[in-house]
Nanobody, 117 residues
Framework: QVQLAESGGGLVQPGGSLRLSCAAS????????MFWYRQRPGQERERVGF????????TYLSSVQGRFTISRENRNNMLYLQMNDLRPNDTAVYFC??????????WGQGTQVAVSP
């Protein structure tokens, strides 16, 4: 069965860094583009970024461009989100996600990131 498990969240001061991980299982990870999403308090879930199956193309939400980096290790079925220069507005639950061509979508349980002095 498909599983996505995020980890690495926590409390960090403004300007700090965190690295989120997403462990994937139950599917051929290297066949799928992967997303990071976040849901800030009281707001809709928003896409943070996307990485193609082989990692050759990555796109980012404009507000995180230059601060966040998405990467993946297909041999280990791992997806990462390196977050630098964190701001209070980055406080959110962060999710990894992918979708298949028949419309099915898969989400992890999320990991909480809190940015506060």
């Amino acid at each position: 069965q498909v599983q996505l498990a995020e980890s690495g969240g926590g409390l960090v001061q403004p300007g700090g860094s965190l690295r989120l991980s997403c462990a994937a299982s139950g599917f051929t990870f290297g066949d799928y583009g992967m997303f990071w999403y976040r849901q800030r308090p009281g707001q809709e879930r928003e896409r943070v970024g996307f990485i193609t199956p082989d990692g050759d193309r990555i796109t980012y939400l404009s507000s995180v461009q230059g601060r966040f980096t998405i990467s993946r290790e297909n041999r280990n079925n791992m997806l990462y989100l390196q977050m630098n220069d964190l701001r209070p507005n980055d406080t959110a639950v962060y999710f990894c996600h992918f979708r298949v061509s028949d419309g099915r979508t898969y989400w992890g349980q999320g990991t909480q990131v809190a940015v506060s002095p």
